[in-house]
């Protein structure tokens, strides 16, 4: 008898998808089972497992064309066909579920001739051009003509036939061809499952039927947003990679990070020698549960981008060219610099910035170099700009920095309350998956002053959205709870057992009080009481609720503070330790967890713990040799402005890039042009590093050896597929640096620095990349308490012990609309661009986003004169730049938006210095402005056209070529 | 008909039937009786209204023979190819309408009257061959009779 739960083979397709839940699967919950003979095998499988599926759990595998197990069995190809004793005919596998007792016969003469007429029938309306077809060697119907032995096709090729069908090419990544489409609808079912896009159809009936993107158009026409789901799915040449069309199939591969957002997708990296020539998303990937999104999948060009920076180079002020040296002498001249600086201005007068988008090893050797080689905390790392306030507000009420669940926890939500973040844009995969859910009947809440797509979408539609007023956050998550405990809706008990009784008590007379009242607030949210009254009952009693959040909540004045209010929210109503619910931060960048688990901040050591703390100090004084500073360092704000005031002289910054993304522009490049030495590290010559005097070149993810932690605390391997391009890994590079620097580092391969890290961090106890190898990937803590990681925190105790409520009073922002400053600017993300676009603006993905827009609401287009495509000025207190209108109902009346992934476009020019009170987080979602026509023939603003200039007089300094790229 | 009218149409035939049940074939029903076709451009209105997506409603308009992209003539004649009506000379009677309108099948009169279309079996199989004629079916025809049934429904027109 064999017993069989769950398949171990990511690389092999069981027909149709688990009768099981991957999160009871996880928490071993029982189920039912069946017992029956599959070719006289005994075997038994969870109840409602088709017999296709029960049968390749046994490696007996039934010839199939339309099942793939993504997505539900769909019973059209008839090949799968099996015979069952005692019942009539001859039933589809894919769709008939396993029963006990069942005796199946999957193998006999009938069922060979069936199945070879079958072929016989797709065969003759297929060309017969396998040996010169880009599917070869990977193509299910070349496999099945094979298994079922065609030898011949007696209908002939004559007849009627669909050979002459055109290609559609329009999409840049994948191509459509009809011509080998044999109309199994996997590609429909994919995108309408698995993404969730409902961009396909099958057009017409019987011979007629096709494929049809939107209304019969070319793919980049639809709604298609170009996630690959589509193309992975489909089991002949149909839809393929034009990467493969162009190099052929891979000859090995190996399982990766992508080094996009903070969903932390597993990727197969495929490969031919060193060249990647496709990357697959990998079904064991318990982030991406086999998904991907148009960047992960394709955007990879910038890997092998023209522009990348492959040798190190120096020069002695920014107005001069740059000199091309080798690795050892851009060290040394870097270290004289920085040494040189110290002795003349002091010991802290130096610093650096890790990255978000480097591998916690990475980050690891930034902050030991500066702790122990600059012998400073001038360390700081880019989630001070976006996910800072969820470090601070989170371990405050909760206990540690980080969100509460898994992925897979959105499986088990009845009620899901989106803040301020925009996942089918800004995580797609994520937000594929909570798509799903909320097909499946889980309600939807949206907080945001813009309609996202989640608001109303095919199938999607929520129930509130409650549209506030950028800045009014915590009035808003106050409103909630004060509702919420004026109906007394919430969960005593819960509080009683689980949260410090003191602080509730003050908490919830804070709470009670009629500022917190959905009658009050109205005016300050502009959120209708009603509205967000019922929106509270529905989050307060309508099952399983988990709250998702992202910079909407974090970039404010009070980010913190609105953190804070999530938490409490969370307790008040029982939502956390269990799956399902919980406090979600969807993370920016890749390793923003990672970044900040491995102690980037001025006032942290590793794993969340005080420089202040002596104990802790010493244990790392140990390790490592050195002695530590007890006071807290600069932030990157406090760094700027130290520069400016001519006190903070030398900067190492690897991997970001503060000139484009950092608030205020202007003062960033004042303080940029202050530093005596600016050493950047990165692949590209970002806007940053045309203000440096030292550039090294950094690897991207493909090139290093590492690991990368996302959202959900998962820390997953990053692996080498090709070698750097600039001779080093970027470990390598700060090991470099720091040896120069008198502090000696001598690491021959990463994982030694990640034995480093499980010793001296109390959550990483347990990891060590011999378990990553094995497991794939693991979710901190993983220690002695916790030997297999942490799917979801805070089960029968808070972190913290108890949790604590913090009274969360309301101060609205300075950043006040007047008169002269009457709408409110606010930023967000595109789903084909990243961040500030260094790699997605080197790929395709222009096709989609060439240019950051303003949207504008008609009403406030029509009192200016405003149509869409036209230039217009937007000045804020800050100063002013040019973009081009979008007159849409996307947006509010009094509120702009506008994305941040073109430098030229100055969306940071505008941004203010203001920021969160406890992490200096900047305030980017808030900045008054005037927008107006620009009546001139100028297209840019006065600092764009200095941007220009400078930009153009820079890169001819490195010697690039200054050709445009364009897609 | 213009184009605001049509629009019309299409967001009357929503309002009236979006509350039902699988509302998109009552509403794509009206449309096609309104409007004699579905107009592409209103799909995405359809779609919107039922949260669907365009693909998926022109999924179902073109799966259906009943749903047409183009408008149809003033009348749509039917001829029934199906078994019994061509064991009973239903090919002459193909024949002969086609002749008489100077069009084929799915195409419609120069004039923009008529348009003439194939169906599977009107049910009325004992008295074949037949055709139908808008909602009106006529049975036992010969070629002269559905001549002169076809110079009819042209005079009524004049």
């Given at each position: 008898?064999?017993?069989?739960?769950?398949?171990?083979?990511?690389?092999?397709?069981?027909?149709?998808?688990?009768?099981?839940?991957?999160?009871?699967?996880?928490?071993?919950?029982?189920?039912?089972?069946?017992?029956?003979?599959?070719?006289?095998?005994?075997?038994?499988?969870?109840?409602?497992?088709?017999?296709?599926?029960?049968?390749?759990?046994?490696?007996?595998?039934?010839?199939?064309?339309?099942?793939?197990?993504?997505?539900?069995?769909?019973?059209?190809?008839?090949?799968?066909?099996?015979?069952?004793?005692?019942?009539?005919?001859?039933?589809?596998?894919?769709?008939?579920?396993?029963?006990?007792?069942?005796?199946?016969?999957?193998?006999?003469?009938?069922?060979?001739?069936?199945?070879?007429?079958?072929?016989?029938?797709?065969?003759?309306?297929?060309?017969?051009?396998?040996?010169?077809?880009?599917?070869?060697?990977?193509?299910?119907?070349?496999?099945?003509?094979?298994?079922?032995?065609?030898?011949?096709?007696?209908?002939?090729?004559?007849?009627?036939?669909?050979?002459?069908?055109?290609?559609?090419?329009?999409?840049?990544?994948?191509?459509?061809?009809?011509?080998?489409?044999?109309?199994?609808?996997?590609?429909?079912?994919?995108?309408?499952?698995?993404?969730?896009?409902?961009?396909?159809?099958?057009?017409?009936?019987?011979?007629?039927?096709?494929?049809?993107?939107?209304?019969?158009?070319?793919?980049?026409?639809?709604?298609?947003?170009?996630?690959?789901?589509?193309?992975?799915?489909?089991?002949?040449?149909?839809?393929?990679?034009?990467?493969?069309?162009?190099?052929?199939?891979?000859?090995?591969?190996?399982?990766?990070?992508?080094?996009?957002?903070?969903?932390?997708?597993?990727?197969?990296?495929?490969?031919?020698?060193?060249?990647?020539?496709?990357?697959?998303?990998?079904?064991?990937?318990?982030?991406?549960?086999?998904?991907?999104?148009?960047?992960?999948?394709?955007?990879?060009?910038?890997?092998?981008?023209?522009?990348?920076?492959?040798?190190?180079?120096i020069r002695d002020s920014i107005n001069?060219?740059?000199?091309?040296?080798?690795?050892?002498?851009?060290f040394?001249f870097a270290a004289s610099k920085l040494k040189g600086i110290q002795a003349k201005y002091g010991r802290k007068s130096i610093g650096g910035i890790s990255s978000?988008?480097?591998?916690?090893?990475?980050v690891?050797?930034v902050q030991k170099m500066i702790r122990a080689g600059f012998g400073n905390n001038n360390v700081d790392t880019c989630a001070r700009v976006?996910?800072s306030?969820?470090?601070?507000?989170?371990?405050?009420?909760?206990?540690?920095?980080?969100?509460?669940?898994?992925?897979?926890?959105?499986?088990?939500?009845?009620?899901?309350?989106?803040?301020?973040?925009?996942?089918?844009?800004?995580?797609?995969?994520?937000?594929?998956?909570?798509?799903?859910?909320?097909?499946?009947?889980?309600?939807?809440?949206?907080?945001?002053?813009?309609?996202?797509?989640?608001?109303?979408?095919?199938?999607?539609?929520?129930?509130?959205?409650?549209?506030?007023?950028?800045?009014?956050?915590?009035?808003?998550?106050?409103?909630?709870?004060?509702?919420?405990?004026?109906?007394?809706?919430?969960?005593?008990?819960?509080?009683?057992?689980?949260?410090?009784?003191?602080?509730?008590?003050?908490?919830?007379?804070?709470?009670?009080?009629?500022?917190?009242?959905?009658?009050?607030?109205?005016?300050?949210?502009?959120?209708?009481?009603?509205?967000?009254?019922?929106?509270?009952?529905?989050?307060?009693?309508?099952?399983?609720?988990?709250?998702?959040?992202?910079?909407?909540?974090?970039?404010?004045?009070?980010?913190?503070?609105?953190?804070?209010?999530?938490?409490?929210?969370?307790?008040?109503?029982?939502?956390?330790?269990?799956?399902?619910?919980?406090?979600?931060?969807?993370?920016?960048?890749?390793?923003?967890?990672?970044s900040?688990?491995?102690g980037s901040f001025p006032h942290e050591l590793?794993?969340?713990?005080?420089v202040s703390?002596?104990?802790?100090?010493?244990?790392?004084?140990?390790?490592?040799?050195a002695e530590l500073d007890g006071e807290p360092g600069y932030r990157i704000n406090n760094m700027l402005d130290a520069a400016c005031a001519g006190k903070y002289k030398g900067l190492y910054v690897q991997g970001e890039d503060i000139a484009q993304s950092d608030p205020n522009t202007k003062h960033v490049e004042e303080a940029l042009r202050n530093l005596d030495c600016l050493i950047v590290q990165d692949?590209?010559?970002n806007e940053t590093a045309k203000f440096a005097t030292v550039f090294l070149?950094?690897?991207?993810?493909?090139?290093?050896?590492?690991?990368?932690?996302?959202?959900?605390?998962?820390?997953?391997?990053?692996?080498?597929?090709?070698?750097?391009?600039?001779?080093?890994?970027?470990?390598?590079?700060t090991?470099?640096l720091c040896?120069a620097m008198g502090y000696?580092?001598?690491?021959?391969?990463?994982?030694?620095?990640?034995?480093?890290?499980?010793?001296?961090?109390?959550?990483?106890?347990?990891?060590?990349?011999?378990?990553?190898?094995?497991?794939?990937?693991?979710?901190?803590?993983?220690?002695?308490?916790?030997?297999?990681?942490?799917?979801?925190?805070?089960?029968?105790?808070?972190?913290?012990?108890?949790?604590?409520?913090?009274?969360?009073?309301?101060?609205?922002?300075?950043?006040?609309?007047?008169?002269?400053?009457?709408?409110?600017?606010?930023?967000?993300?595109?789903?084909?661009?990243?961040?500030?676009?260094?790699?997605?603006?080197?790929?395709?993905?222009?096709?989609?986003?060439?240019?950051?827009?303003?949207?504008?609401?008609?009403?406030?287009?029509?009192?200016?004169?405003?149509?869409?495509?036209?230039?217009?000025?937007?000045?804020?207190?800050s100063?002013?730049?040019?973009?081009?209108?979008?007159?849409?109902?996307?947006?509010?009346?009094?509120?702009?938006?506008?994305?941040?992934?073109?430098?030229?476009?100055?969306?940071n020019?505008?941004?203010t210095d203001n920021s969160d009170?406890?992490t200096n987080c900047p305030?980017?979602?808030?900045?008054?402005?005037?927008?107006?026509?620009?009546?001139?023939?100028?297209?840019?603003?006065?600092?764009?056209?200095?941007?220009?200039?400078?930009?153009?007089?820079?890169?001819?300094?490195?010697?690039?070529?200054?050709?445009?790229?364009?897609? | 008909?213009?184009?605001?009218?049509?629009?019309?149409?299409?967001?009357?035939?929503?309002?009236?039937?979006?509350?039902?049940?699988?509302?998109?074939?009552?509403?794509?029903?009206?449309?096609?009786?309104?409007?004699?076709?579905?107009?592409?451009?209103?799909?995405?209105?359809?779609?919107?209204?039922?949260?669907?997506?365009?693909?998926?409603?022109?999924?179902?308009?073109?799966?259906?023979?009943?749903?047409?992209?183009?408008?149809?003539?003033?009348?749509?004649?039917?001829?029934?190819?199906?078994?019994?009506?061509?064991?009973?000379?239903?090919?002459?009677?193909?024949?002969?309408?086609?002749?008489?309108?100077?069009?084929?099948?799915?195409?419609?009169?120069?004039?923009?009257?008529?348009?003439?279309?194939?169906?599977?079996?009107?049910?009325?199989?004992?008295?074949?061959?037949?055709?139908?004629?808008?909602?009106?079916?006529?049975?036992?025809?010969?070629?002269?009779?559905?001549?002169?049934?076809?110079?009819?429904?042209?005079?009524?027109?004049?």
């Open positions: 008898m064999i017993r069989v739960e769950h398949p171990n083979d990511p690389n092999k397709d069981y027909g149709t998808p688990s009768a099981v839940s991957l999160n009871d699967l996880a928490d071993g919950v029982a189920f039912e089972t069946v017992t029956g003979t599959i070719d006289g095998v005994d075997i038994t499988v969870p109840k409602g497992t088709s017999i296709m599926r029960a049968s390749a759990l046994v490696d007996i595998n039934i010839p199939k064309l339309c099942a793939t197990d993504s997505v539900k069995a769909f019973g059209s190809c008839r090949l799968c066909l099996v015979q069952i004793e005692g019942r009539r005919g001859f039933p589809a596998s894919c769709t008939t579920p396993f029963e006990d007792g069942m005796v199946v016969t999957t193998q006999n003469t009938e069922l060979a001739d069936i199945r070879r007429g079958v072929m016989e029938l797709y065969i003759s309306d297929h060309p017969l051009d396998c040996l010169t077809c880009s599917a070869n060697g990977d193509c299910e119907l070349q496999d099945m003509a094979g298994v079922v032995g065609l030898r011949e096709v007696r209908y002939g090729y004559e007849g009627e036939n669909h050979l002459d069908e055109v290609k559609d090419e329009s999409n840049p990544y994948f191509t459509f061809d009809p011509s080998k489409c044999i109309t199994c609808s996997r590609c429909v079912r994919a995108c309408e499952e698995t993404q969730g896009t409902f961009a396909l159809t099958i057009e017409n009936r019987g011979f007629a039927s096709k494929v049809s993107p939107g209304q019969s158009e070319a793919f980049i026409d639809s709604e298609c947003v170009s996630c690959g789901a589509c193309v992975q799915a489909c089991p002949t040449a149909t839809l393929s990679e034009k990467s493969i069309i162009e190099a052929g199939q891979p000859e090995h591969s190996k399982v990766t990070t992508c080094a996009y957002c903070g969903v932390g997708c597993a990727f197969k990296a495929e490969m031919q020698g060193d060249k990647v020539v496709r990357m697959t998303p990998y079904k064991d990937g318990k982030a991406n549960r086999g998904h991907s999104c148009v960047k992960g999948r394709f955007a990879i060009g910038y890997a092998t981008h023209k522009e990348r920076m492959t040798e190190p180079m001069e060219p740059w000199r091309t040296v080798d690795w050892d002498e851009a040394e978000s988008r480097c591998t916690n090893e990475e690891w050797l976006c996910h306030p969820t470090g601070y507000g989170l371990k405050q009420t909760l206990g540690e920095s980080a969100g509460t669940q898994n992925f897979d926890s959105v499986e088990d939500c009845d009620v899901v309350m989106v803040m301020g973040a925009n996942p089918t844009d800004a995580h797609p995969v994520f937000g594929s998956r909570l798509k799903k859910r909320l097909r499946e009947g889980a309600r939807l809440i949206v907080v945001d002053p813009r309609r996202i797509d989640l608001v109303k979408s095919p199938h999607i539609q929520s129930d509130y959205h409650l549209k506030l007023m950028p800045g009014t956050n915590v009035a808003f998550i106050n409103t909630m709870a004060h509702i919420i405990v004026r109906e007394k809706l919430f969960d005593a008990d819960f509080v009683a057992e689980r949260c410090e009784t003191e602080a509730f008590k003050e908490w919830m007379t804070f709470i009670q009080d009629e500022k917190n009242s959905p009658e009050y607030n109205e005016a300050v949210t502009g959120i209708p009481a009603q509205d967000i009254i019922e929106a509270a009952r529905l989050y307060a009693t309508g099952g399983n609720a988990a709250i998702y959040y992202g910079l909407g909540v974090t970039e404010h004045s009070q980010g913190s503070t609105t953190v804070m209010g999530i938490a409490n929210l969370a307790m008040l109503t029982g939502n956390i330790g269990k799956r399902g619910v919980g406090v979600n931060p969807l993370r920016g960048q890749n390793n923003v967890q990672g900040c688990d491995m590793p794993g969340y713990r005080p703390d002596d104990a802790v100090r010493a244990s790392f004084e140990q390790a490592w040799g692949i590209f010559l070149p950094g690897s991207s993810f493909l090139e290093k050896n590492g690991t990368f932690t996302n959202a959900e605390r998962r820390i997953s391997p990053v692996r080498k597929v090709m070698e750097p391009m600039g001779g080093k890994e970027d470990w390598e590079v090991m470099g040896n000696e580092m001598n690491y021959s391969h990463p994982s030694e620095i990640m034995d480093e890290i499980a010793a001296l961090t109390p959550t990483f106890t347990n990891v060590s990349y011999e378990r990553l190898d094995k497991e794939g990937s693991i979710q901190w803590p993983c220690n002695d308490e916790s030997p297999e990681g942490t799917p979801v925190m805070h089960i029968d105790e808070f972190v913290r012990g108890k949790g604590l409520f913090k009274v969360t009073e309301y101060v609205p922002t300075d950043e006040k609309v007047t008169r002269r400053f009457p709408l409110i600017l606010t930023t967000g993300r595109i789903l084909s661009q990243y961040n500030v676009g260094a790699q997605t603006r080197r790929t395709d993905n222009n096709v989609w986003h060439n240019q950051d827009l303003l949207e504008i609401h008609p009403s406030d287009a029509n009192d200016r004169g405003i149509t869409t495509g036209d230039r217009i000025k937007i000045q804020s207190r100063g002013e730049t040019h973009l081009t209108a979008k007159v849409t109902e996307r947006v509010q009346p009094s509120v702009v938006y506008t994305t941040f992934h073109h430098p030229e476009s100055g969306a020019v505008i941004t009170w406890a305030e980017y979602k808030v900045t008054a402005v005037q927008v107006a026509k620009v009546m001139s023939d100028d297209k840019n603003s006065d600092w764009q056209d200095q941007f220009e200039e400078f930009s153009e007089r820079q890169v001819e300094y490195a010697g690039l070529d200054t050709e445009e790229e364009t897609a | 008909m213009i184009a605001s009218t049509k629009h019309q149409a299409v967001l009357t035939a929503i309002n009236d039937n979006k509350e039902l049940e699988g509302a998109l074939l009552p509403i794509l029903h009206q449309i096609q009786h309104d409007l004699g076709h579905i107009p592409s451009e209103h799909v995405a209105d359809i779609a919107e209204a039922l949260n669907l997506s365009r693909a998926e409603v022109h999924g179902v308009v073109s799966f259906y023979h009943t749903f047409t992209t183009k408008p149809h003539g003033q009348h749509v004649i039917e001829v029934c190819r199906a078994e019994s009506c061509q064991a009973k000379g239903g090919r002459e009677i193909e024949a002969a309408v086609k002749e008489a309108l100077g069009v084929d099948y799915e195409q419609t009169t120069d004039d923009g009257q008529i348009t003439l279309e194939p169906v599977y079996c009107l049910g009325n199989c004992a008295c074949s061959p037949s055709i139908k004629i808008d909602s009106q079916i006529y049975g036992r025809l010969t070629t002269q009779s559905v001549e002169d049934l076809i110079q009819s429904l042209r005079s009524e027109q004049h």
